[in-house]
């Protein structure tokens, strides 16, 4: 059965904090994704990549980065959190087959 | 620039069909999709249209298609009520890449 898992199901992190959400994936995908869901928003592309150690931009990068050491591995960062990044974060990946397969999510509350 | 947007909520009586709709602005998307986020999990791809196509029908699942128009459509014969969850709809311009996404229908059904 293939897998996309996040790390943590929710989280609580205090402003100003460094925060690291994990994402691994078992399918040997090439391309991973960072997503984030806000209720009337959808799902806004964070960051994405399509090799490791190669990284590219979404819609919404500011206050975050990402680090993709390993193919299976992509970690997003939040450098300093802050309020108005509390949110749900999807983590998803692709391969040859094309579906995108997603992770349960994060629920982060920055307080 | 890319927007997809879509309606926020979709109420129907168990049994009536359901139609969601959504339209998007990139004339360059090639893949559209429909994803189905259920309560607490990620999103699972529920089906897919190439750009010229017109229609896809998948059991239940009806995807309309008018390009022209940059609308989709998708239609649940026989709504249940497993089938509550809130609908995205998706674009892509390459197979295994980045999707962007509407904002999601809430789909509620009852008895």
């Known amino acids: 059965d293939v897998k996309v898992t996040q790390s943590s199901r929710y989280l609580v992190k205090r402003t100003g904090e460094k925060v690291f959400l994990e994402c691994v994936q078992d399918m040997d995908h090439e391309n991973m994704f960072w997503y984030r869901q806000d209720p009337g928003l959808g799902l806004r592309l964070i960051y994405f990549s399509y090799d490791v150690k190669m990284k590219e931009k979404g819609d919404i990068p500011e206050g975050y980065s990402v680090s993709r050491e390993k193919k299976e591995r992509f970690s997003l960062i939040l450098e300093s959190a802050s309020t108005n990044q509390t949110s749900m974060y999807l983590c998803a990946s692709t391969g040859t087959g094309g579906e995108a397969f997603f992770g349960q999510g994060t629920r982060l509350t920055v307080v | 620039g890319e927007d997809v947007e879509q309606s926020l909520f979709l109420s129907v009586r168990e049994g009536d069909s359901s139609v969601i709709n959504c339209t998007y602005t990139d004339s360059s998307s090639t893949y559209l999709y429909w994803y189905k986020q259920e309560p607490g999990a990620g999103l699972q791809l529920l089906t897919y249209?190439?750009?010229?196509?017109d229609m896809k029908q998948d059991q239940r699942l009806t995807v309309l298609l008018n390009k022209k128009d940059k609308h989709l459509s998708l239609r649940i014969a026989d709504t249940q009520t497993g089938d509550s969850a809130i609908y995205f709809c998706a674009e892509s311009i390459k197979w295994t890449d980045k999707l962007i996404f509407g904002t999601g229908t809430r789909l509620q059904v009852f008895p």
């Open positions: 249209i190439f750009s010229n196509m």
